[in-house]
């Protein structure tokens, strides 16, 4: 479902930011895949404004993929204390942008 959604030029942001939230709990109902220091991250970006969080990797510290209005992006990365891993979705999937 997801993959359908990127792959339209119209994307629905609430859906994606529906499916973002549905990964968020999956993994934080897995023991011991998302840590006290991931849970308190996520949090502060929800509090901050962001719409929806997904744990990427197998947890255990990875990294944490926000959705973010841009408007509201700088108040996110200063909420979780988090730093910014900026990045494009192509066809081949997700790529650090200029790594």
Do not use: H
Not at 58 to 65: S, V
């Amino acid at each position: 479902d997801v993959r359908i959604l990127l792959s339209t030029s119209n994307i629905d942001i609430t859906t994606l930011a529906k499916y973002l939230k549905l990964t968020w709990d999956v993994k934080r109902r897995i023991g011991g895949v998302v840590l006290p220091e991931i849970a308190s991250a996520y949090f502060a970006a929800m509090d901050a404004g962001a719409m929806a969080g997904k744990l990427l990797g197998a947890g255990g510290g990875g990294c944490l993929f926000f959705l973010v209005a841009p408007e509201l992006r700088q108040d996110v990365i200063d909420a979780t204390g988090l730093i910014e891993i900026p990045f494009k979705i192509d066809r081949e999937g997700v790529r650090g942008a200029g790594l």
